[in-house]
């Protein structure tokens, strides 16, 4: 089963359907919303309401009433109390005072700046006392209007009777309802000498029921009376609806949890899986859509969710939940498609730098560093200059920081300049192991990075030079020691020779004159070769070798010298044939100085592994063995003219056939280098490959 899902779970199909369930599940959950606010007026109580008594329908019903009654006991009484102008208070008298006062200030020449407040209110009763009392007119008029609304309003309660009395003025749908004609109800509200009772008991339950209460609170216990009774049919109609609503608002509430769960299970899904094809794929992949900026998708949502309440503000409110759904679908589809986009940038951490603003502030930053940088030291004074006014400007609220971090910044610059100063007079001095020590990349920190570049260079000049003049003693030294050893011999033995009366001794020494001359005269020609060839001024030729057939052909032609020694070669090499640009007899010079070392050096009865290895541009030709000496010396020692890897010289090489080997491949245009790891002695020949090289 679970590799079933991972084969199905980063599927494009699997994708849309998740996406298409997320959309459903949310316009479910508003739908659902949307249903209850219209239905029940937003009343998700309902579903917690035990019956109608103690519902907010029953309190909404009485309290309409109430408030109504209260209004017309306690605030307007009867039509002549509202003439009398006594519903009419201070405060809206004032205010419309003020409002006349504000008009005389600014139009009339009456009013007069230099005098008080006081006597221009004086002059301003005075001048508007006819609008003063239109105003006061105008607000009779609105109350005894509303008055009239009231008592319209009063006769349109049907199945619930009312009676409302101060002592003098009565307010009541019905001939009599005394105290003792309450108990022929199922439900009735009474206030009256301090006393007040609601029936039956369950409405005392009502969470709602201090906005009964509230009312009944603002009338006066000594004089006023209310009697409020309801209908049994009233009542059962009014339970029926509230039973009816009641039901309508579990199933939505049902289906908001169970949409809402449904959306966050799908979301989360297609957040994990958003961007990824498997669940091993650590790229994210992102479509073209996601190239919209981040800012750009946050402004998009908004403006999907202000069109949504835009479209929905201009339906009618009683069919707004017929047309919830398919206004929604469009819109919350946009707006999980930007989302998801969204997310994938978080997930590869780019959300910030995939935004507009960041973009901007980016491209200015880096056209700024780039003339900066590339500039003249002129070019970055004007653009300090031109620009710190505009920083300032804009910084002009925290101006001293500003200059604080200016002040800081010249003081910084002239630190630096200093150290240059001091450190160019003590390398001029002769101290050219200083090091200028200035950080950042700007002109100052360019500038003691090339000082400390010419102070790296005289350094390498100087070791170099001391490198050279080690190397030239320690020539002179090696040359006379290696020549003089044969020429010793050859002047002893010329000696002995002359007083040698033996024919038999006289040619023993005769042969070995003749081998201290062969090994004078090789020690000659391997300096000469040696001087020509780091000369560069050998002819190269170059061809197309195969280098696998010159290897072959050089050692089949060596094939005694290599049974005298007791040597085994293995070669290894591509089976496709391996072409290079070389002058072959150069070459095979080269490689038959390091076959000489082996015959010389090698272990007797070891193996000698030659590899030709095959890389993009050139060949690698590796030639390994095993020494019979201890290598106590380093590869770059060896190197060295009439360097041996037997330190004592008792051997018969010059200790110049490395020279000469590498300095033949660098006329090639090839690279030479050895490496030692314990015994084991590796050379390694870089050849270019035929086509790689202009012949």
């Known amino acids: 089963m679970d590799i079933k899902w991972k084969n199905y779970s980063h599927l494009m199909t699997t994708k849309v359907i998740a996406f298409v369930v997320a959309v459903a599940c949310f316009t479910g959950a508003i739908a659902a919303f949307v249903n209850v606010a219209v239905l029940n007026d937003g009343d998700f109580d309902i579903v917690y309401e035990d019956n109608y008594y103690q519902s907010r329908s029953y309190v909404r019903e009485a309290e309409d009433l109430l408030r109504v009654l209260t209004r017309l006991l306690v605030e307007y009484k009867n039509e002549a109390y509202i003439m009398q102008g006594k519903t009419v208070t201070e405060d809206e008298i004032k205010n419309e005072e003020d409002v006349l006062f504000s008009e005389f200030r600014g139009n009339s020449r009456s009013y007069d700046p230099d005098l008080g407040e006081e006597k221009n209110y004086e002059r301003f009763r005075a001048e508007y006392a006819e609008k003063i009392t239109q105003a006061r007119e105008r607000l009779i008029k609105d109350d005894l209007k509303e008055y009239n609304l009231l008592l319209q309003k009063l006769r349109g309660y049907k199945g619930i009777l009312y009676f409302a009395s101060d002592g003098s003025n009565v307010f009541t749908n019905y001939s009599y309802l005394g105290r003792e004609l309450l108990n022929r109800y199922p439900s009735y509200i009474m206030a009256e000498k301090y006393e007040t009772e609601i029936y039956p008991k369950e409405v005392t339950k009502n969470g ?21 009774a309801f209908t049994k049919e009233l009542l059962n109609a009014k339970m029926k609806a509230w039973q009816a609503d009641k039901a309508i608002a579990v199933y939505n509430l049902y289906w908001l949890a169970v949409s809402l769960l449904g959306l966050i299970m799908t979301f989360a899904y297609l957040v994990f899986v958003i961007g990824r094809k498997t669940f091993g794929d650590r790229e994210l992949h992102l479509n073209p859509a996601d190239r919209l900026y981040n800012d750009i998708n946050i402004v998009l949502c908004i403006g999907l969710m202000v069109l949504w309440v835009g479209v929905l503000e201009d339906m009618d409110f009683d069919n707004i939940h017929k ?10 589809s946009a707006g999980l498609m930007l989302i998801l986009s969204m997310v994938k940038h978080i997930k590869n951490k780019t959300f910030l730098r995939h935004t507009f603003v960041y973009s901007i502030i980016h491209g200015v930053i880096r056209f700024a560093r780039g003339v900066y940088d590339s ?4 070019i970055k004074t004007v653009l ?20 604080g971090a200016a002040a800081w910044l010249a003081h910084k610059r002239i630190k630096s300049f ?20 200035v950080d950042g990349k700007g002109e100052f920190g360019g500038l003691a990075a090339n000082i400390n570049s010419i102070t790296d260079g005289l350094k390498k000049a100087v070791d170099s030079e001391l490198k050279s003049e080690r190397l030239k003693t320690e020539l ?6 290696d020549i003089r050893t044969p020429l010793t011999s050859i002047i002893t033995y ?31 020609d391997d300096l000469f070769e040696a001087a020509k060839a780091s000369s560069g001024n050998i002819p190269v030729n170059f061809e197309r070798i195969d280098i696998v057939s010159l290897l072959t052909q050089g050692l089949g032609e060596l094939h005694d010298k290599i049974e005298a020694v007791d040597l085994e070669f293995r070669i290894t090499h591509p089976k496709q044939p391996v072409y290079i640009a070389a002058d072959g007899k150069l070459l095979w010079r080269a490689v038959e100085n390091l076959l000489s070392n082996i015959f010389k050096y090698a272990l007797r009865g070891s193996r000698v592994y030659i590899d030709i290895e095959d890389s993009s541009h050139e060949i690698l030709l590796v030639i390994k063995n095993i020494s019979a000496y201890e290598l106590n010396i380093s590869a770059d020692e ?5 360097k041996r890897g037997d330190e004592a010289r008792n051997s018969q090489g010059s200790g110049l056939g490395l020279s000469i080997a590498k300095s033949l491949i660098d006329i090639q245009r090839g690279r030479f280098s050895i490496q030692i790891d314990g015994d084991l002695f590796k050379a390694m020949i870089y050849m270019p490959k035929h086509k790689e090289i202009n012949m």
């Open 208 to 228: 709602h029921l201090h906005r009964i209460t509230e009312k009944l609170d603002a009338l006066e216990p000594e004089s006023h009376v209310l009697y409020m």
């Open 418 to 437: 200093n150290a240059i100063k001091e450190g160019v007079e003590r390398i001029k001095s002769g101290d050219i192991h200083h090091i200028i020590a």
């Open 494 to 524: 010329v000696d002995l020779l002359k007083k040698e009366k033996d024919p038999e001794k006289a040619a023993e020494y005769i042969e070995v004159l003749d081998q201290k001359s062969q090994r004078l005269k090789t020690l000659t």
């Open 476 to 481: 002179i030294t090696n040359v006379s020691h």
């Open 638 to 642: 060896l190197m060295e003219r009439f």
């Open 375 to 378: 500039g003249s030291v002129g």
């Open 323 to 332: 047309l919830i759904i398919p206004v929604t679908i469009p819109i919350a």
């Open 384 to 403: 300090l200059v031109v620009g710190y006014p505009f920083i300032v400007a804009l910084t002009f609220f925290m101006f001293p920081i500003t200059i």
